[in-house]
């Protein structure tokens, strides 16, 4: 006799442990971005987009 509760298929499963996943790496990002020095974060910044970043840093600026 099966339960009256329908229990979950492997998609839900995969699904949910995806969603928490992606949670988790962004909530640990953020804090690792927020407790960073300023000077540390324009320097990541900076090596991430290489070339382009005093493009970057100007559109930025131009928001304001």
Known sequence: IRD????RGLGDVYKR???????YVYNDMMQYVENQPEKEFL????DYWDD???EIIQEIKELD
């Not at 320097?43 to 900076?46: A, E, L, Q, R």
């Open 17 to 23: 442990q995806t969603k928490d996943l992606v949670e």
């Open 4 to 7: 009256l509760v329908r229990s």
């Open 43 to 46: 320097d990541d910044c900076k």
């Open 52 to 54: 382009a970043y005093d």
